[in-house]
C-alpha cells in the first residue's frame, strides 16, 4: 500500500509558534489532563513537535512517537531528549503503524483525528495496536455540537481553504462519532471550548477516553 504523503513545511513552523502559545493559553492543562493516569507503554500518534512529552507520568515505561512530518518530527526529537520519560520518535502514519497487534496499553492522539487522511483506517489502527482494556486517550476538535452558523461554516471552509492552509485539518470533523464507530466503548469525554470564544472556528473540543473493549463486539 502507498503511503500516505504528510509534508507540510510552513504549517509546521508557524505550529511551532502557535502550539507554544496555545499551550500558554491553557493547552498544557489539557495536556496534563489527556496523559494523566497513564502507565506502560504508549504510543502518540501525529506527535507533532512532541508538546505532550513533558506531560507523562513516571509510570510510563516507553513513548513510541509517530510523526510524519519532517521538521515537526525534528522538533518532536528534542523534546523527547528532554522529556522525564523515555520517548523515541519514528517516521510514519496513523494510517498504517509500525507497532504489533495488541501491544500497547495506550494509544494517545492530540489534534491529529482532524488532519489524518481517513479517520477510519487511524481509528481501527490504534484498535489494532492495543491490548484488548487498552485507552485511546483524545483531545480533539471537533464539529460545533449543535447545527447552526458555526456548524455551517466549519463545513464551509473544510469545503475550501482550510485543509490547504491548516496542513490538512478539518474544522466540521465528528470525532466522538468515528471513534465510536470504530469499536471503542467511550469511557469519559468532557465537551469544552478552547479557547473560551463561541467565534473560534476551531473553538469546540473533547477530551476524554476510550477503550478497546475486553470482549471483541461481534461484527
Ligand atoms: C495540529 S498538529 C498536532 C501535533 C500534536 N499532536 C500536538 O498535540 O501538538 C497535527 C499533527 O498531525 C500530524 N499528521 C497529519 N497527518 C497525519 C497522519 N496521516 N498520520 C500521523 N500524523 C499525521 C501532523 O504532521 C502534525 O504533527
Do not use: K
Request: glycine share 8%.
Amino acid at each position: 500500500m502507498a503511503r500516505t504523503a504528510v509534508s507540510h513545511p510552513v504549517f509546521a513552523r508557524v505550529f511551532e509558534r502557535a502550539s507554544a502559545r496555545m499551550d500558554d493559553a491553557g493547552g498544557t492543562a489539557h495536556r496534563r489532563r489527556l496523559v494523566r493516569g497513564l502507565s506502560g507503554r504508549i504510543v502518540e500518534v501525529g506527535a507533532g513537535n512532541g508538546r505532550n512529552f513533558a506531560h507523562y507520568p513516571a509510570q510510563v515505561t516507553e513513548v513510541l512517537a509517530v510523526e510524519p512530518e519532517r521538521r515537526l518530527r525534528a522538533s518532536g526529537q528534542r523534546a523527547a531528549d528532554a522529556a522525564p520519560v523515555a520517548v523515541t520518535v519514528v517516521d510514519g502514519v496513523a494510517e498504517e503503524l509500525p507497532v504489533e497487534d495488541g501491544s500497547v496499553d495506550a494509544v494517545v492522539m492530540s489534534w491529529v483525528l482532524c488532519s489524518v487522511a481517513s479517520q477510519r483506517t487511524a481509528l481501527a489502527e490504534a484498535y489494532r495496536v492495543l491490548r484488548p482494556g487498552g485507552q485511546l486517550r483524545f483531545f480533539e476538535h471537533v464539529v460545533a455540537a449543535h447545527p447552526g452558523p458555526l456548524r455551517w461554516v466549519q463545513r464551509a471552509v473544510d469545503a475550501t481553504i482550510w485543509p490547504v492552509l491548516c496542513g490538512g485539518c478539518h474544522a466540521s470533523r465528528d470525532t466522538v462519532s468515528a471513534i465510536h464507530a470504530a469499536g471503542f466503548e467511550i469511557s469519559s469525554l468532557d465537551r469544552f471550548r478552547f479557547p473560551d470564544s463561541p467565534l473560534a472556528l476551531v473553538g469546540p473540543h473533547v477530551l476524554g477516553a476510550a477503550v478497546r473493549p475486553v470482549a471483541e463486539p461481534a461484527r
